[in-house]
């Protein structure tokens, strides 16, 4: 069976009469995993270890194996943007990130979150996207 679209699932939330039987009837397609299950299936399939993406993405070793491991379930925001430098992910992979986490997605027409997702699109290092948000008076990733 094809996965449903976000849309799809969406529209069928604003069109069911019967919303105990669109959830069961849709149980497979919502997302079910954790942010330290997430991040982990992320790191091995990357070959990455929780202290490498700490380091690229300039974040505390110790809080970052806290995320990983469960110990911290609500990590900022930035934070988990830092994370995402740090593994390299791109922006679906980072808007995933901060879906599963319960934080609001990169909006485009927010002025720092489009030079985090140019940032991204670039592959520049979370020291270069500071830099770029430096230069536009934006708050940095690392003051978080």
């Known amino acids: 069976m094809k996965e449903k679209t976000t849309d799809e699932l969406f529209n069928g939330f604003v069109s069911t009469k019967d919303l105990g039987g669109y959830i069961r009837e849709n149980n497979d397609e919502f997302m079910d995993i954790t942010l330290s299950e997430y991040i982990r299936a992320i790191l091995r399939r990357k070959g990455l270890r929780p202290a490498t993406a700490a380091q690229i993405g300039g974040l505390n070793e110790s809080y970052v194996h806290d995320i990983v491991n469960g110990r911290r379930t609500n990590p900022g925001r930035d934070k988990l943007i830092a994370l995402a430098f740090g593994m390299g992910l791109d922006c ?36 270069e996207c500071d830099m770029l948000l430096f230069d536009e008076q934006l708050d940095t990733l690392s003051e978080a």
């Open 92 to 127: 679906a992979e980072t808007c995933t990130l901060l879906k599963i986490a319960g934080c609001r997605e990169l909006y485009a027409r927010d002025k720092r979150d489009g030079i985090i997702i140019y940032s991204l699109l670039n592959s520049k290092s979370v020291v």
